[in-house]
């Protein structure tokens, strides 16, 4: 499948995209991608989240594919069963939180439990060794709960801003080669 075939639609996690991150980056570059606003970005309310990604694939034009980081992973997992039948063609879905691990945010507790359930269409999960809010063990565990292939993407951190991943060019390359795959 070709981009422009697509409606992909990025999920953010905790406290939003901002800019420079990659995925803002990808959201201004792709003709055909559209951030997922969220009504509140650093106190999210799950049943809130998930409805918001309902209604965005709702209404999206053309097939879709979700392109999630972090928190957005997770709210992802929990609105799938609720996703139109078909009409998710694939995810890719990058670093999704340990939020049963000790020290998790309260804000991220009411997200629990993350399901466990395979998701409905094929994902590719990308996990750091060094992400500070998930171990790639627990990244290659949620990947086979949710039937997802995996990748590890090495000594990545969180890939996000602050672990040096702006335009991150590997995960463009590894998200291209999945839309050929779809």
Do not use: Y
Not at 19 to 35: F, S, V
Not at 142 to 151: I, P, T, V
């Amino acid at each position: 499948m070709r981009i422009a075939e697509a409606d992909i639609l990025i999920l953010p996690g905790l406290g939003n995209s901002l800019p420079g991150h990659w995925q803002a980056r990808w959201a201004e570059k792709m003709r055909t991608a559209a951030m997922v606003e969220q009504a509140e970005w650093v106190e999210p309310d799950p049943d809130d989240w998930a409805d918001t990604i309902v209604a965005a694939v709702d209404l999206a034009t053309q097939p879709v594919v979700l392109v999630a980081h972090s928190l957005g992973c997770i709210a992802l997992a929990q609105a799938a069963p609720r996703l139109a039948d078909g009409k998710v063609r694939g995810a890719f879905l990058v670093v999704p939180p340990d939020l049963e691990r000790i020290g998790a945010p309260d804000a991220l507790l009411d997200f629990l439990p993350v399901p466990r359930d395979p998701l409905p269409f094929p994902s590719l999960l990308v996990a750091s060794a060094s992400d500070p809010h998930c171990s790639l063990e627990r990244g290659a565990d949620l990947a086979g709960a949710w039937g997802s292939d995996f990748h590890n993407a090495g000594d990545a951190g969180h890939i996000n801003i602050q672990s040096g991943h702006g335009p991150w060019p590997e995960g463009l390359l590894m998200f291209t080669r999945m839309m050929q795959r779809l």
